[in-house]
């Protein structure tokens, strides 16, 4: 993305989904409904990615910070009653931030410990936090526990789930995109060269995670008051695992394949309705195929140190 | 430390003092209690049979490891147990023996992700991008195309940094520790590799880097014409203890020198 008119494609973004949203109650409700995942999923991918793709830490955990942020959103919005459009725009936006604070929380909590850890440590050790997350809600009853939650509230439409999407990428890309966000990569590619240049890794990891997780939580206030109901199943290991194949079929550390997989992946599954039990095979299959043939990721064009 | 002019006597201090330092593996002292002293804009070659300690020495001053014992002193300040980018920021930078370039990045950003340290821009201004991220993010493109330009990697500062000639990734990886404005300079055996072509030029760059920057260097180095060639004073280890230290004709002269290198 051209670092120059970055906050001109936010601000785009932000207008183009709110009249979207205007005229949306003319479209099929069904697709509706539809391009609020991708828009969700965009946001989960493109904020891992900032962890697994930019900084290389290996997150097996994003599926538990949106839960975090499902949930805290979700008891938030529970509290009122029916809102004037305007009292629920604030209201929703305050909880969806405060989901999202709450999920950053929770990545400063497991980014800290995590740090001495590398690789596949790391990865098991943010999977055993995303398992406990889950274990959690499924046994707190004031959530409904393992019944579930429903929201009171169908407040995701189109202009929050894509001005949401449109500031998840601009952070991403505009923290990758300086100097400063140089260190990302830098602690990806080698840390004790980046260290020896007065790059202070933890730091950055900490960052990563603060900021992935941020929106994890935003994205799953998003899906609450999308789908209306929330059950901590909707949070386990494969929801964790189908945001690491985004990320690792749109390319890690390429912001722009992230969101076409994200789109592609959440689209397959629809057109794939008939043999919807058989779509994790699928999953697999395809991540098999794909590490074969192309391990750079499936929209990574250019050599990785071309990369502007 | 009692220092009552610090202006007059800092610049006669040592830039750099080892005292006692010593880095232990369990029972293997890769250093042990070894004495090292750099003055300001000194060239200083370290050099010793394979496994003498050399790049654990490094290790020791940059901080990849804490030291099990003894004090090193900076600057006047003590450098044991801080982590390797505090000592980086206090003006210590490294090459290393294997190239550890940033494999993903252009030349380009390889040098401005180490321009960086002395302009701590961070999240708020990234994100915000008004005009002191702006300006700052031009200053830090005129530094490192400055500093390109210096070494006529220039032309190459949109191509990956592992795209580079082998010799040119060597002379990369100087120019990023460069662009870390340090006071100290250490390279870790810059000519391995080379050939004798590339070893000559090599000698004339970091003569020219001392005269140009104004900083201290201490090369490890295992090709003696290199470190003979250029080095105003050799310290030499063996087995991680210091057995000499001297002029290039004294080291040359030296019988125990003799002795590590070829036996007796």
Redesign the interface.
């Known amino acids: 993305m051209n670092?120059r008119h970055?906050?001109t494609f936010l601000l785009g973004a932000l207008a183009l989904g709110f009249l979207v949203s205007v005229v949306a109650s003319h479209f099929n409700s069904y697709w509706l409904f539809i391009t609020y995942d991708i828009a969700i999923n965009v946001i989960l991918a493109v904020s891992l990615n900032l962890i697994n793709g930019y900084t290389g830490q290996f997150s097996l955990g994003h599926a538990g910070f949106m839960a975090v942020g499902a949930y805290t959103a979700a008891v938030i919005t529970n509290q009122f009653g029916d809102l004037n459009p305007f009292a629920a725009g604030a209201v929703f936006s305050g909880a969806l931030l405060a989901g999202g604070a709450l999920a950053a929380g929770a990545g400063l909590l497991v980014g800290i410990p995590t740090l001495r850890l590398r690789g596949d440590y790391l990865a098991i050790v943010t999977l055993g936090f995303g398992e406990i997350i889950r274990v959690i809600f499924q046994n707190m009853q004031g959530v409904g526990g393992a019944r579930g939650l429903s929201v009171a509230h169908g407040w995701t439409d189109f202009f929050w789930a894509f001005g949401a999407a449109a500031a998840a990428v601009y952070?991403v890309a505009?923290?990758v995109h300086?100097?400063?966000?140089?260190?990302f990569?830098?602690v990806?590619?080698?840390e004790?060269?980046?260290?020896?240049?007065?790059?202070?890794?933890v730091r950055y990891k900490v960052?990563a995670f603060v900021v992935g997780a941020f929106f994890a939580g935003v994205a799953g206030g998003l899906y609450a008051h999308s789908k209306q109901f929330i059950t901590p199943g909707g949070f386990n290991f494969m929801q964790s695992v189908s945001i690491v194949v985004m990320v690792i079929l749109g390319g890690m550390?390429n912001t722009v394949g992230v969101i076409l997989a994200a789109v592609l992946l959440t689209l397959l599954p629809e057109f794939l309705r008939p043999i919807a039990e058989y779509r994790m095979i699928l999953y697999s299959l395809l991540l098999v195929v794909l590490m074969l043939a192309r391990p750079q990721g499936l929209f990574t064009f250019r050599?990785?140190?071309?990369?502007? | 430390m009692n220092r009552p002019s610090p202006g007059a006597e800092k610049l006669d201090s040592p830039l750099l003092q080892l005292d006692k330092a010593t880095l232990r593996f369990g029972g293997l002292a890769a250093v042990s209690d070894l004495d090292l002293s750099l003055g300001r804009n000194e060239l200083v070659g370290l050099i010793g049979p394979n496994g003498a300690g050399k790049t654990s020495a490094f290790n020791l001053i940059?901080g990849?490891y804490p030291p099990s014992g003894g004090s090193i002193l900076f600057d006047g300040r003590p450098m044991a147990n801080r982590?390797?980018?505090q000592i980086?920021?206090a003006g210590i930078?490294?090459t290393?023996q294997n190239i550890?370039?940033?494999?993903?990045?252009?030349v380009f950003?390889n040098v401005?992700?180490?321009?960086?340290?002395h302009?701590p821009?961070?999240?708020r201004?990234?994100?915000w991008?008004g005009r002191s991220?702006r300006d700052?993010?031009k200053e830090?493109s005129g530094q490192v195309m400055e500093l390109l330009e210096i070494f006529q990697l220039g032309k190459f500062h949109?191509?990956?940094?592992?795209?580079l000639s082998y010799g040119d990734q060597r002379r990369l990886e100087i120019i990023?520790?460069l662009?870390?404005k340090p006071k100290l300079l250490l390279l870790d055996e810059p000519a391995a590799g080379m050939n004798a072509t590339e070893k000559a030029e090599l000698m004339r760059l970091i003569q020219f880097i001392k005269d140009r920057f104004q900083v201290s260097i201490l090369l490890v180095e295992h090709d003696m014409k290199v470190v003979m060639g250029i080095c105003e004073r050799i310290v030499v280890l063996d087995y991680g203890i210091k057995i000499a230290e001297g002029t290039p004709a004294e080291i040359r002269a030296h019988p125990k020198v003799i002795e590590a290198y070829l036996g007796d």
């Open positions: 670092i970055a906050k952070v505009a923290l300086s100097t400063y966000g140089r260190g990569l830098a990806r590619d080698d004790v060269a980046a260290s020896a240049m007065g790059i202070n890794p960052t550390g050599k990785q140190g071309d990369a502007k | 940059t990849v982590k390797p980018h980086a920021r930078a490294r290393f550890r370039l940033f494999a993903s990045m252009t950003d401005r992700t180490a321009a960086r340290l302009c821009r961070g999240v201004n990234a994100l991008r991220f700052g993010e830090i949109a191509a990956a940094a592992t795209s990023r520790a662009a870390t």
